[in-house]
């Protein structure tokens, strides 16, 4: 028999010999990347070694019920993610613990487990990445677990003082151990939350459940960690001829492209005139650059999620970490929040000024969130202030535009 894996954990199994049709839902694909379907030969399931692989990591990036939909760092497992994912991502190995099983990985998720305690007791743990978070959103998350068991946030220093240093795959980690009770009710409950940033990427690492069972677990916990292994990058199984090698989601609007676009997997909208659309990299489903007066630039970039991808404050923060600010609190990200009509619903609309973490130069951001259809798309026009001021309006047209 052989067993087909599919990016973000989908697996479909047939005969030996047989014929095997994947329906076109299966092989949906976002913009020009293509996933390469693995085949694995197995006798059978109890012969798989102990050593597991998780798929490639998914777009922009994730509220797995975070984080990653985009992220709470912690939606439930076995949500059915859908089969597009971005190439050239590096591939996660692992040794799973004793008294640990595997779940299928659900929303931002690569790899997920549940653990059986006695009397009912359980636990719960999530491997997430999201892409561009950078460590100023760190103190935001660890305080959003925090409220996830009923506690305060506190400030940085508080939490930094908290903070263990560990291991995980090979490089270090911090490791926050919080206890409280469960939400709305007074059980005890804690969380093991591990976040470690990777390339273009914060990968969360997190246990939570019972007590009693989390604190067992813990030494697992660690170890688990220390197995984890990042593999090589996957080559995009499929280019087309004089494509170029796919870089950072927040490359600057320099980016020169050549070779053809497809444009499979994108909605369908109207472009303003003077964008120039070039390949949008790992992450993105679309990116176009804009030229002003003296060569400023500004770019625009179009990811999608599945489910509410973390959520606007998260995603609000996210963007201010871009722009070298600080998270802010929920009610105050809310404030800061435009609503605005868009094709079958409303959009979330938030303009903000900063500077590039890696120029120092000033930066501006218009950003567009739109749930649609169990999805949540996102649209980003950043650059220079005088070319995002004198784009906004044709950005904001541009949203309004789309058919999904």
Known sequence: MEKLIIPFGRQVYKPAGSLLVLTPLLLLVVGCHRDAVKV???????????????????????????????????????????????????????????????????????????????????????????????????????????????????????????????????????????????????SPERILGVIQHRDDAAWFFKMTGDAALVEQQKPAFVAFLNSVQFAAAQPPAEMPPGHPAMGDMNMGASAVATGPISHEGQPNWQVPAGWQEIPGGQFLVAKFNLTGE??????????????????????????????????????????????????GGKASLVDLSGTDPRTGQPVRLVGLIVPQSGQTWFYKLMGNAKVVAGQKDAFTQFVQSVKY
């Open 40 to 186: 694995y030969r197995v006798a059978k399931d109890q012969d798989q070694p102990q050593q597991q692989t998780a798929a490639p990591m998914s777009t922009d990036t994730p509220n797995p019920s975070l984080p990653p939909g985009h992220p709470d760092i912690s939606s439930a497992p076995g949500a059915a993610l859908p089969p597009a994912s971005r190439p050239g991502l590096p591939q996660l190995t692992w040794k799973t613990p004793d008294g640990w099983t595997e779940v299928p990985a659900g929303e931002m998720r690569v790899a997920s487990f549940k653990i059986q305690g006695p009397d009912g007791k359980q636990a719960d743990v999530s491997v997430i990445p999201l892409p561009g978070l950078s460590s100023s959103t760190d103190d935001a998350n660890v305080n959003r677990w925090r409220g996830q068991v009923s506690l305060s946030p506190v400030p940085s220093e508080e939490l930094q003082k908290s903070a263990e240093n560990v291991q995980a795959a090979g490089q270090p980690a911090q490791l926050y151990d919080i206890a409280g009770t469960s939400p709305g009710g007074s």
């Open 294 to 343: 003296g060569g400023a630039t500004a770019a625009v970039n179009v990811s999608s999620s599945p489910g509410e991808g973390g959520g606007l404050v998260m995603n609000v923060n996210r963007w201010r970490g871009q722009l070298g600010l600080a998270p802010l609190a929920d009610d105050d990200v809310n404030k800061q929040v435009t609503a605005i009509e868009v094709q």
